[in-house]
């Protein structure tokens, strides 16, 4: 992969460890203008991690990353608001960055909760909450978007319009998405690149498009099939439940 | 009508309320309460050098408790004690420390009582200036740091990946702890210095919410404090930093029928 100067982030050989046990180890992977690129993997094999050493959240890492970005959107896997902190979603929106009104209520309208803007954050549903923080990281219009599970807790309509709505954003503000899937084998179709991780790099490519395969129609759908595509894994290696690595 | 004493006690009263109100809010928000009486406990050693060298002690008191804030930083990297361990250590030793050596400074007058409970009395006009030359200064480094230290306080993780450097925002916040400790020690006394900063901060949380409004009502709520206890403790002739502990805390409890109406209101 030689770097571009569409290369907003690039990670090579990046590992990183605590405690003495290794997370993540191996990985490279680079995301440029416009394009997506998906992460999979089981619980624990160091999706969250990859992305927080994209990120630069971990300093203290193996190997390399190169950032050409500060315009960074971050939707976390995890984010819990104290109740000693009184928030309203208004408030959240413009924590990292001062944005006009304008700004705020066409970003909250885009994903569908411009309703929210005065309620506590606290009170929100978790699909609502999802949708919040997809709202904020894209208010901002960043050049490089992070999402870790931006569709937890959504329901499966309200998963596919989201996925529909990461597209359109991508496509709009031609930005780069890593997107971290909670999904093992379906992907959004609009995916340039899948890789997948347990702890290593698994295998990576690209996904298969649902839309021709008349079975996967019939299984999500018309419009999901559109947006959803499967990823056909193609290991070389099994994992023992210890943990060791045995060549196919 | 009044003597020039409780004039100026007043006013110094009303400079650390302004501070203590937003910089309490963060205490609340960041769980920093035992922080902020290890830093205030360390306070009694900076007076003891204060005396010793005779030096200003708001100065010396700012200068130790910004060390041992750095002491206890670079204590929690590389020791495997919990957080509330080291606080208490810290706080404790360095609370005796401070009164063995005044033991040793038995030449000195010394008045204890005024210096842990606060002294109205003692507020000279050298200390007014102090305070609100000190109180803007922290507002005003506050202020410039507010993005950061509030994003990254809502979630680190965000700050750091969106590019505001919650680390350096954290560690002047550390430095801005001593600091309205050292201005506020004369007025409130070391050992409820804490108090001054989360009770009314926890009064402005039961009636507020958006932190903004939090804020404005805790520095409300941390002048009322002062102007209510100072009163009483001219009137009383009680200790000033007791008197304006406990009329925050009636003004806490107050808040706390407000609560009590909202959740009947969703019931």
């Known amino acids: ?248 | 009508m009044f003597d020039d004493f409780f004039i100026r006690a007043l006013i110094a009263g009303i400079g650390v309320a302004l501070v203590t109100g937003p910089l309490g809010c963060f205490v609340v928000w960041r769980r920093l309460s035992y922080f902020g009486d290890t830093l205030s406990h360390s306070a009694l050693l900076g007076v003891t050098i204060a005396y010793s060298f005779e030096l200003n002690i708001a100065v010396s008191v700012f200068l130790v408790s910004s060390i041992i804030a750095l002491f206890l930083i670079q204590l929690q990297k590389k020791t495997n004690l919990p957080g509330d361990a080291l606080l208490g250590l810290l706080a404790h030793s360095s609370l005796a420390v401070g009164l063995v050596v005044i033991g040793f400074l038995a030449f000195i007058r010394f008045d204890i009582m005024g210096l842990l409970f606060g002294d109205i009395l003692a507020v000279t006009v050298n200390d007014l200036i102090i305070i609100w030359f000190g109180g803007a200064l922290i507002l005003l480094v506050l202020k410039l740091i507010w993005k950061p230290l509030f994003a990254s306080t809502v979630n680190y993780e965000l700050a750091e990946a969106e590019g505001l450097n919650p680390d350096r925002a954290k560690a002047i916040f550390t430095i801005l702890m001593a600091a309205i400790i050292a201005i506020s020690i004369k007025m409130v006394g070391l050992l409820l210095i804490t108090g001054m900063l989360i009770i009314p901060a926890a009064m402005a949380r039961n009636i507020s919410d958006n932190p903004q409004k939090m804020v404005l009502f805790s520095v409300i709520g941390g002048l009322l404090s002062v102007i209510i206890g100072l009163f009483s403790s001219l009137e009383f002739n009680t200790a000033s930093g007791p008197s304006i502990i406990t009329a925050s805390l009636v003004l806490f409890i107050l808040s706390l029928l407000k609560i009590k109406q909202s959740i009947q209101l969703k019931n």
């Open chain 1, 1 to 248: 992969m030689g770097s571009n100067n569409n290369t907003l982030v690039k990670l090579k050989n990046v590992g990183y460890h605590q405690n003495d046990k290794w997370l993540v180890k191996g990985v490279s992977l680079e995301v440029e203008k416009g394009k997506i690129v998906t992460l999979i993997g089981p619980n624990g094999s160091g999706k969250s991690t990859t992305a927080k050493i994209a990120l630069g959240i971990y300093k203290k890492i193996e190997g390399e990353v190169e950032k050409y970005t500060n315009k960074v959107g971050y939707v976390p896997q995890k984010v819990s608001i104290d109740w000693t902190l009184p928030l309203r979603v208004n408030d959240f929106m413009v924590l990292t960055e001062n944005l006009k009104d304008d700004a705020i209520n066409e970003a909250l309208s885009l994903t569908g909760v411009v309703h929210l803007k005065n309620k506590n954050l606290g009170n929100l549903s978790g699909g609502e909450f999802q949708r919040v923080l997809l709202a904020r990281a894209i208010s901002k219009k960043p050049e490089l978007l992070v999402l870790d599970e931006p569709v937890q807790g959504v329901d499966f309509t309200g998963e596919i319009a989201l996925y529909e709505l990461i597209k359109k954003i991508s496509d709009e503000l031609n930005c780069g998405i890593l997107l971290i899937s909670h999904d093992l084998h379906t992907v959004m179709s609009a995916t340039d690149h899948v890789v997948c991780l347990n702890g290593h790099v698994c295998c990576s490519g690209s996904p298969i498009d649902v839309a021709k395969n008349m079975e996967y129609k019939a299984l999500f759908g018309e419009q999901a099939s559109q947006i959803l595509s499967v990823y056909e894994h193609r290991h070389d290696h099994v994992h023992s439940s210890e943990g060791d690595i045995k060549k196919n």
